[in-house]
Each structure stands twice: as C-alpha cells, then as structure tokens.
C-alpha cells in the first residue's frame, strides 16, 4: 500500500451523557444526515481512500444504513468497540481496534464535532509532504460552549512540534475571561486539540500494545477510561512520536449538550447549497 494513501477515522462509541443520548446519530440538513457525513464528504473531495467509523455494540445497523444511500461498501468500514462493561474504555481504546485494518495514514476526528471543509485537504497536504503525526489544532475560544463548561487538550509547542498535551476540565467564558476549574486563565487564541490528529500505521501497533498493558491493569474497574491524548503526550514525552502542530481556522463547532443541537444544525444547513451540496454525490 502506498504511503499517501489516507483514511479517515470517526470516533462514534461514545454514550453522549451530557448530551442526553446518541448525538453521533442525530439529524443535519436536509438530507438527514448524521454530523461525521459532512467530514466523510470533506474526505472524498480530498482524495481519501476509505473511512472507517468506530461505534459501540448496537449502532452499526443504522449507521450502515445510513451510509449505503450514498457510499460504496468498499468505501467504508464499521468498528465496533467492543467492551465487557456498559461505559467505553475511552477513545484511545476505540482507537486502538483500527490495528491490523489500515497501513497507511489516517485522520482521526470525533463524530459529534464539525471540523470545517479544509481539515481532510490540510491533512492530506501533510502526508503529501512526509509528515508521519500532526495535531490539526484549533483556537480555544471559538470551542466553547454556552450552556456548560468543556474540557480541552491544552497543547504546548517547541519549533512548531507538538511538546506537550493537558486535558483541562470545566472550561467556561466567566464575564469575559476563559477559566478552568482551577480558575486558572487562558487566552482566547491558546491552540487546543479537538481529537483532530493525523496519524500513521506504525502508532497502531504502539496504541495496541498500551491499550492492552492498560486493560491489563485496570480490568476491575468500571469507570477508568485511556484517552487518546494521553497516550500521545506519553509517547512525546518518552521520545516517541513527534508531532507537528498544524493551526486551523476557527470554523469548528459540535454539540456537547442538547442545548447546542438547534445552533449546529443551523450552521449546516446554511453550508448546504455552497459548501455541500444538498445530495451528497456517490462516493464509489
């Protein structure tokens, strides 16, 4: 398989407990279309090769259903993440279920979070140019939400390569200033990950055995979760990977509670009929 050659990866086995429900499935434009169709389309348009989505036990009906009205079966794969216990291991754990599937390059987004019609292009410039890993990064402000505090990967650079990665809990706008749940304050520019990473082949092999070693340690909990982000910053931090910090522009948005549903599916709907095209073309 050729090195250039690149999927996409959507992240969908997650509950959606602050949500209410299974966000990854809700309805966006006026096809009806689930929120990671818009980046699987992004996808094509870039010359990606396959997509895989990665979802809990019970979800693969109705999203294969949902893809076969425009996609080729050769076009995509569903995952399932499969668990002993009702909650997820977490995304490094989801992740790490890709291993022996896909050789080459990949992007890996989450399913309930719109990225902007540039990130698949951006990323396959990337490969293009020999990069093995990158954060596709985006400016923390335009990330939060209204209706309740998020947590963000907080990225610290060194010559335009990833340094190291802090999950931030409770972030929120109080009057004007952006604080977390230490109070400590953040400008409205700091460059956070999204679960927006490019990645290769090769890191499988690596998440597959910390995954494993991981399970192995917590097996009797049901709670732990193993984040993608911290194995990454692990692996910086052990010398491992090196990754570079690709900045986006700010056209994100997502919906970590209901609440933010009606405002999303109202940016679709305005990028239907300039940005895509109201039936999506037949990716064969």
Excluded at 81 to 97: C, D, M, N, S
Excluded at 198 to 227: P, W
């Amino acid at each position: 398989m050729q090195t250039t050659e690149t999927a996409l990866v959507i992240l969908a086995g997650g509950l959606g407990s602050r949500f209410g429900g299974a966000k990854q499935i809700e309805p966006f434009g006026a096809q009806g279309h689930f929120l990671f169709e818009y980046a699987c389309y992004d996808a094509m348009q870039a010359g990606f090769q396959k997509v895989f989505i990665i979802v809990r036990p019970g979800m693969q009906e109705i999203v294969a259903q949902q893809l076969n009205r425009w996609m080729h079966a050769q076009r995509y794969e569903i995952i399932i993440q499969e668990q002993a216990r009702p909650k997820p291991w977490g995304t490094a754990h989801a992740l790490h279920f890709l291993y022996g599937k896909w050789e080459g390059a990949f992007l890996v987004l989450n399913a309930d979070d719109y990225y902007g019609p540039s990130i698949c292009q951006r990323a396959s410039e990337l490969v293009q140019d020999g990069v093995a890993a990158a954060a596709l990064a985006f400016e923390l402000g335009p990330t939060l939400s209204p209706h309740g505090p998020v947590a963000r990967g907080i990225c610290q650079s060194h010559d335009s390569y990833l340094s190291e990665i802090e999950e931030v809990l409770k972030l929120a706008d109080n009057n004007g200033l952006i604080t977390d749940e230490h109070g400590r304050i953040y400008a409205p520019d700091t460059l956070i990950s999204m679960n927006a990473w490019l990645l290769s082949g090769t890191f499988l092999e690596q998440l597959a055995s910390k995954v494993q070693a991981f399970l192995n340690l917590h097996n009797g909990n049901d709670q732990i979760e193993i984040y993608l982000p911290k194995v990454l910053h692990e692996m910086i931090t052990a010398g491992s990977i090196h990754i570079k910090v690709a900045a986006m522009p700010s056209a994100w948005f997502g919906i970590t509670y209901a609440a933010d549903l009606t405002l999303a599916q109202a940016k679709i709907s305005a990028l239907e009929g300039s940005q895509y095209p109201l039936e999506f073309p037949l990716w064969t």
